[in-house]
């Protein structure tokens, strides 16, 4: 079930969440063997995780999803993984100990329950607690966050909030026009668009689905139905890229009719453009990542004109995710695939996009 409750536009952290502090380095762990030169054992850098899953000494009458919520200091994930193998006496060489608590350093200075402060996404926490210091230095949280309140995007987030701040419920939102239209310019990721939530104020409306604005297969594996990012990008998700919602018929068409067809359709010209001129032995790699965040931005335009959303703001929320967590840049090779267009598609394409004026190299 999705949680959805932000503080500061970045979601809360609790025991339901899907947040978690990945691989944090190094947690330096005395690691066998123990010979004369050594006799503590041999300190190793591990990598070390830990888990909303695990939050204990949360809220006690505060719940989201019927769970308790993580607290600045009083909180913590009571385990962690990763340093199981440094397993001598010793242990970790500040702590004594392995797969410790994992504690929050940072946390909304202005948003608190129960009289303390809550922690939410991309705040600092650090590992393989005993009690305090931690024994590696500070790492992320990750989960999850609303609309980016990104300086290009003032204008549109002003816009959406003028069209839906009188709209407290879903379905009175998902009723006004003036409201659906100004959210188009306001990207969510794909488990945020895709979310059942009752009342969410960021997923999709009924008959609607999340759409990459960047192709999923841009970074994931040939036939891995987008769940395995490619070697080189492993932090890519795709229930964590952003997208924005599409009209998507339920019949099975959905990727060639309504809404998401025109995205794929637009989208796919300029793609299959890119295949077309790249030489031989490129055409699995024929354009960058800032080819493709510039056909998604000129797709999302052309579909949604009375939208009016902003180049500089939709690349700045595209780069926000892409540059940030994924790590590539502007001229980063990424994958295209041939699209499997309809005939319906290429006519449409050629009425939005007559002329293709992406290059590919």
């Known amino acids: 079930m999705a949680n959805e409750v932000y503080a500061n536009n970045m979601e809360v952290s609790c025991k339901s969440a899907a947040g978690k502090s990945i691989a944090c380095f190094p947690d330096v762990c005395f690691t066998p063997p123990q010979a004369p030169p050594t006799p503590l054992g041999v300190p190793i850098p591990y990598p070390n995780t830990g888990m909303a899953k695990d939050t204990t000494r949360g809220t006690r009458t505060v719940k989201i999803t019927g769970k308790e919520v993580m607290l600045k200091d009083k909180s913590c994930f009571k385990t962690s993984t990763g340093d199981e193998a440094g397993n001598t006496p010793k242990k970790g060489v500040v702590t004594s100990k392995i797969k410790g608590k994992v504690y929050f350093i940072a946390w909304s200075m202005d948003v608190k329950f129960e009289g303390e402060n809550v922690v939410r996404h991309l705040d600092l926490m650090t590992h393989n607690h005993a009690s305090k210091p931690g024994n590696t230095p500070p790492w992320a949280y990750a989960d999850a966050a609303a609309t980016t309140p990104i300086e290009q995007c003032k204008k549109e987030v002003a816009r959406k909030n003028k069209a839906c701040g009188g709209l407290p419920t ?28 009752q009342n969410s104020q960021v997923a999709c409306c009924p008959g609607e689905t999340g759409h990459h604005l960047v192709e999923a297969h841009s970074f ?37 009719e309504g809404d998401h067809g025109f995205m794929h359709a637009a989208q796919g010209k300029l793609e299959q453009a890119a295949i077309e001129g790249a030489p031989p032995g490129q055409k699995d790699y024929a354009w960058n990542y800032g080819q493709s965040r510039s056909a998604g931005v000129r797709a999302l335009q052309q579909t949604f004109p009375k939208s009016k959303c902003s180049k500089k703001c939709l690349e700045a929320q595209l780069d926000a995710y892409h540059k940030n967590t994924v790590g590539v840049r502007d001229k980063t090779p990424v994958r ?7 005939d319906n598609q290429k006519a449409l394409a050629h009425d939005m996009i007559p002329e293709v004026t992406i290059s590919a190299w």
């Open 220 to 256: 994931t594996a040939t036939g891995s139905g987008r769940q395995t990012p490619l070697p080189q990008f492993p932090n890519y998700d795709e229930k964590d890229a952003p997208c924005i919602c599409v009209q998507c018929p339920q019949d099975g068409s959905g990727r060639y």
């Open 170 to 197: 879903k379905a009175q939102r998902c009723d006004d026009k003036a409201c659906t239209s100004a959210k188009k310019c306001l990207l969510v990721s794909k488990k945020q668009a895709d979310s059942k939530a």
């Open 336 to 342: 295209t695939h041939t699209p499997n267009l309809q």
